[in-house]
């Protein structure tokens, strides 16, 4: 699986931003994507999930209520719609991909920056 993440940018504080990722590679139908994000100086982090089968989705508990994993199946594209940015959003966002039933995330994108500005 291939994944490519796009529409990162500058943005200020309270405004929105859409992140996609674009899979390509084999069948989706038993996989989870996820986004995580990495800001400087911290760890990685899960923001959500989305399962290609049914589109059941899953965010953390930061994230809840201002962010949207929403997919195409017909584009192979998983989108991160967020709401109400806060310069604590800024980091690099990644797209990942893993099997149903793996624990682990197999897959990565190459990462796309997200800067909200106060």
């Known amino acids: 699986v291939q994944l490519q993440a796009s529409g990162g940018g500058l943005v200020q504080a309270g405004g929105p931003l859409r992140l996609s990722c674009a899979a390509s590679?084999?069948?989706?139908?038993?996989?989870?994507m996820g986004w995580f994000r990495q800001a400087p100086g911290k760890e990685r982090e899960f923001v959500g999930r989305?399962?290609?089968?049914?589109?059941?989705?899953d965010y953390a508990d930061s994230v809840k209520g201002r962010f949207t994993i929403s997919k195409d199946s017909a584009k192979n594209t998983v989108y991160l719609q967020m709401n109400s940015l806060k310069p604590e959003d800024t980091a690099v966002y990644y797209c990942?991909?893993?099997?149903?039933?793996?624990?682990?995330?197999?897959?990565w994108g190459q990462g796309t920056q997200v800067t909200v500005s106060s």
């Open positions: 990942s991909a893993k099997r149903i039933g793996r624990s682990q995330y197999e897959y």
């Open positions: 590679g084999r069948t989706f139908t038993f996989l989870i």
């Open positions: 989305i399962a290609w089968s049914d589109a059941s989705t």
